[in-house]
């Protein structure tokens, strides 16, 4: 494999560098997931007491123990839901998931019903979420269910506020929101393939139980820079309440992207 091939391998790259991953990034409040169980168990005749949650930090739900006549009843990782699914359904295990309400409905492929509720839900991160749920349950491979969307705004009203948190990223990240604001203000950017690699969160955010919401790049120095000249025009909101640092491990990808990035001439913004 040549130097550039290897380099167009984003996966296999950050592969080399992180960690496994099977934590739910969002931190479902309390009182919104015992709304959701209180629902599903009463639909679709659920004892509460055989429902588990294999999707704790640090977690393995390939080797969770799963009790005969157990239910699962979790807000698993987005990122590996669509194989999760799958995992239950070849297993014959049946679960009721909560899942992203904007790519949900490809979960049908896999033998999920989809069920939306219109519910916005407030993570313990602070993400503002689009919720909808899989099921293996029932006959339908699309429902709406306003009396459960009506129990999940209920139990946010009920529930303690979560406090916003106004985070400052390192330059060398471009998170969805960044991207976002850029777009809004009309401000030109480009960012080529070999000046970037997906990555979840940083580790500072693994180590807390955080993530970045929709996924984040960790972009090169001449990347970085580019970005922060285009961010001067961007208005700026709060002042930060919470500052990340890139660990070494993360130093590392950068470096390597900025070894590939000397190679090649910049592409024009």
Request: charge should be positive; charged fraction near 25%.
């Amino acid at each position: 494999m040549t130097r550039e091939e290897k380099f167009n391998d984003y996966e296999g790259f950050v592969a080399k560098f992180q960690p496994k991953k099977t934590t739910d990034d969002c931190y479902t409040p309390p009182a919104v997931y015992e709304a959701v169980k209180a629902w599903a168990c009463r639909r679709y005749g659920i004892d509460p007491a055989r429902t588990v949650r294999p999707f704790w930090p640090g977690g393995d739900y390939e080797h969770f123990d799963y009790p005969a006549g157990a239910a699962v009843l979790d807000n698993p990782p987005f990122s590996c839901l669509a194989r999760i699914v799958r995992f239950y359904t070849e297993r014959q295990i049946p679960y009721f998931l909560f899942a992203p309400g904007l790519t949900a409905l490809g979960l049908t492929r896999h033998g999920a019903g989809v069920i939306y509720t219109d519910s916005r839900i407030t993570y313990h991160n602070g993400a503002v979420v689009n919720t909808a749920f899989a099921t293996s349950y029932g006959a339908n491979v699309v429902e709406i269910a306003p009396d459960l969307g009506a129990a999940i705004k209920a139990a946010q009203r009920k529930g303690p506020s979560i406090r916003r948190v106004a985070y400052q990223y390192p330059a060398n990240l471009m998170t969805t929101q960044a991207a976002l604001a850029l777009a809004r203000n009309g401000i030109p950017y480009a960012l080529p393939r070999r000046e970037a690699v997906f990555i979840r969160a940083l580790d500072a955010m693994r180590a807390e139980g955080k993530g970045a919401f929709g996924g984040a790049l960790l972009i090169s120095d001449h990347a970085a820079a580019r970005k922060a000249d285009a961010e001067q025009a961007v208005p700026h909101a709060d002042a930060p309440t919470r500052v990340w640092e890139l660990s070494d491990r993360e130093k590392a990808i950068i470096k390597e992207l900025n070894h590939n990035d000397d190679e090649r001439p910049c592409a024009a913004p």
